[in-house]
């Protein structure tokens, strides 16, 4: 089992930076697919990009492709996101998420772990 824990989000204005990390307890780290999903006012919660086990296999969701970037260190057992040119619509919690596979989805039902989100707010 691995607890996920957020840090990293705040108010940053539109065009800002923001580097989002996610710390994991437990053994295996490296063993988790990790990924990161958000949900803005209103409405679903979304994927924004998953890290294969050894990182070297980073997806995004299109519209972010460009803006946001997703790594991890397995000697920290830490994912990060880092969110650059941030927009008003960015605006949502931000959650890390995890599976312990070798396969990975972008669906949030393929997650069986989940941090508690960290708010993001970019004001225009």
């Known amino acids: 089992q691995v607890q996920l824990v957020e840090s990293g989000g705040g108010l940053v204005q539109a065009g800002g930076s923001l580097r989002l990390s996610c710390a994991a307890s437990?053994?295996?780290?490296?063993?988790?697919?990790m990924a990161w999903f958000r949900q803005a006012p209103g409405k679903e919660r979304e994927f924004v990009a998953r890290i294969s086990r050894s990182g070297t296999m980073p997806s995004y969701t299109d519209s972010l492709k460009g803006r946001f970037t997703i790594s991890r260190d397995n000697a920290k057992n830490t994912v990060y996101l880092q969110m650059n040119s941030l927009k008003p619509e960015d605006t949502a919690v931000y959650y890390c998420?995890?599976?312990?596979?070798?396969?990975?989805?972008?669906?949030?039902?393929?997650?069986?772990?989940w941090g508690q989100g960290t708010q993001v707010t970019v004001s225009s």
């Open positions: 998420a995890a599976v312990y596979s070798s396969s990975w989805s972008d669906l949030e039902r393929f997650y069986d772990y």
């Open positions: 437990g053994r295996t780290f490296s063993s988790y697919v």
